[in-house]
């Protein structure tokens, strides 16, 4: 059965920390992993990965994928309270797409 | 105006009652999905169309049926709600032929007493 765990579920930081947001997965025909943002509202895209190794960047955002261990990683450096929000991966193993059930991320000022 | 608008945005109905979420799309995409989000379990999702004549069944299905009545429009009913069908639905769009990041609605809170 194809699965996607996020961890930890939720994380209290502080502004300025920097936070690792993990999730792993387990599917039969792996092709990408998209990362998503959901702060009281729709979900909106991040990152995708398709390729081991390579890391993507946005700003404070960076997000990389080991294809061997079968996770990703969501780097938050210097942490601002807008970032709090529900942190979502999904991945698409054919025509659907399965999510994990998210990692909340309060961060205090 | 927003690209993906959903319908309604909030409803409370009784257990029984057969109840109709619209969704509209002006961004062009081919695929188009229905999901629902409680707390603790994610997005899960429940129907999925890549075009107009193709529609398929996701996760949960069971208790809903959609249409898809153009490119972009693509509905979701539930005939005889049940309370356990209380969520927060989203409709979503992607691109055609290749995955991409899909592109989410505002949602709709149903509440069923």
Not at chain 2, 5 to 23: A, D, F, H, S, V
Request: a positive charge; proline letters at 5%; charged letters at 20%.
């Amino acid at each position: 059965e194809d699965k996607v765990v996020q961890s930890p579920l939720s994380l209290v930081v502080h502004e300025g920390d920097t936070v690792t947001l993990n999730c792993s997965y387990e599917v039969t025909n792996f092709r990408s992993l998209l990362w998503y943002k959901q702060e009281k509202k729709a979900p909106t895209f991040l990152f995708m990965l398709t390729s081991s190794g390579i890391e993507k960047k946005s700003g404070r955002l960076s997000s990389i994928l080991d294809k061997k261990e079968l996770f990703s990683i969501l780097n938050i450096t210097a942490t601002q309270t807008g970032d709090s929000a529900v942190y979502l991966c999904a991945v698409p193993p054919g025509n659907q797409f399965y999510f994990g059930t998210g990692t909340s991320l309060t961060v205090i000022p | 105006d927003a690209d993906v608008t959903q319908t309604p945005r909030n409803r409370i109905t009784k257990t029984g009652k057969r109840i109709m979420l619209e969704c509209s799309q002006t961004k062009g995409h081919d695929r188009m999905y229905w999901y629902r989000q409680d707390p603790g379990l994610g997005l899960r999702l429940i129907y999925y169309s890549f075009d107009v004549k193709d529609i398929n069944k996701g996760e949960i299905s069971d208790g809903y049926s959609v249409s898809r009545q153009a490119q972009a429009k693509f509905s979701l009913s539930l005939e005889s709600a049940i309370p356990n069908q209380t969520a927060l639905y989203f409709c979503a769009t992607s691109p055609g032929l290749a995955i991409n990041e899909q592109f989410f609605g505002p949602g709709t809170r149903l509440t069923v007493l």
